[in-house]
């Protein structure tokens, strides 16, 4: 009895004193983005989009999806814009480096349990986050709750409200989630009254001057794009189809959960580099220990930047892909269950 005592005692401060380094890299974080810009110049989405067009609104000097000074460096639901609030009033390296910091400690939370989660944390698409993907802890929070409230309509409706605030990086997981849920129309009241109150807010209208944005075709081409659809072009549609369908009957699974995300960078038209993170937290780990190496192997083509460009973007989406593969190698070895058992990952 004392022994297992001491065992319980012993995993509580190992999980305290781990929790209590994370906060103190988080910390070192918040201060490195305090005084890095003075050595090395560098403009995130926070400082250039994220915070100014915050301020511009809550002001009343910015009109949302119509303003030319910002153009669209902002295409987002209006609501990711309404946490966001507080940390725009204070410093820009402030209310960057607690937005990274609370990232990555998410991150650290949800992948508490598997031994190699290192290798989430030493991929070079680490730095995309911290430098352009400050407010990816909105839609990895909706994955996360999405998740917790798969029996919860009214947790799963706030879920879909914050992947919502990035539908390219979360549609095909909300949709999944939602799909399987017992009682999706429940669900869908807290999106409805979210939707409600935006028109009441930014006006009537958002939606409209939303969908006069950028056309599907620019996105595809943009220079930012990590999608295969970018260098597939419209051949992507059959192939997003049949991998969409595939995924979204799979059960409600953990390990289905990280094939659901990593066929989500597959299947959207247009995603940006940062939101990788999502792969790396939901997918890599789930699948054992050979294919989170391969994967993290994969998620290594940031270091060809520097020679090729912004051209080395194109395969970025490789670590989608191999896990991808990782996912539906697995479903085929058991794909043959015996009479009456169901097919599962």
């Not at 915070?51 to 153009?71: E, F, N, V």
């Not at 909300?174 to 129309?185: G, I, K, S």
């Not at 939606?207 to 595809?220: F, K, N």
Request: charge should be positive; include cysteine.
């Amino acid at each position: 009895m004392n022994s297992k005592k001491r065992r319980i005692q012993s995993a509580t401060l190992s999980s305290i004193s781990q929790w209590l380094l994370l906060l103190a890299a988080g910390a070192l974080v918040v201060l490195g983005l305090r005084f890095l810009p003075r050595y090395i110049h560098f403009a995130s989405d926070w400082e250039v989009y994220f915070q100014p067009i915050t301020l511009g609104w809550l002001k009343d000097s910015l009109a949302l999806y119509t303003d030319t000074q910002w153009g669209w460096g902002f295409w987002n639901p209006p609501w990711l814009l309404w946490p966001l609030i507080p940390l725009a009033l204070w410093p820009t390296w402030l209310g960057w480096g607690l937005l990274v910091v609370g990232t990555l400690l998410l991150m650290a939370w949800l992948t508490q349990g598997f031994r190699r989660r290192w290798l989430v944390f030493s991929s070079p698409l680490i730095i995309d986050l911290v430098l352009d993907g400050p407010v990816e802890i909105v839609p990895m929070l909706g994955i996360a709750l999405g998740w917790l409230g798969r029996d919860r309509p009214l947790l799963l409706g706030i879920a879909l409200v914050l992947m919502a605030s990035k539908p390219q990086a979360c549609f095909l997981v909300a949709f999944w989630l939602l799909v399987h849920h017992r009682h999706r129309l429940r669900a869908l009241v807290v999106p409805a009254v979210v939707l409600a109150t935006s028109l009441v807010v930014h006006g009537w209208d958002w939606p409209l001057r939303w969908a006069s944005g950028p056309s599907v075709l620019s996105l595809i081409s943009s220079e930012h794009n990590v999608s295969p659809w970018r260098s597939v072009g419209w051949w992507m549609v059959p192939v997003a189809l049949v991998l969409g369908i595939w995924v979204i009957r799979l059960p409600l699974r953990r390990r289905n959960l990280g094939a659901v995300v990593a066929a989500n960078v597959l299947v959207t038209p247009f995603l940006g580099s940062y939101s990788l993170v999502h792969t790396l937290t939901f997918s890599l780990l789930p699948l054992g220990p050979t294919w989170a190496l391969l994967g993290w192997v994969a998620s290594f083509t940031p270091i060809l930047r520097p020679f090729f460009g912004q051209e080395a973007v194109r395969v970025d989406f490789l670590v989608a892909a191999v896990l991808m593969a990782g996912y539906l190698l697995h479903a085929y070895r058991y794909s043959r269950p015996t009479p009456g058992q169901e097919v599962q990952l």
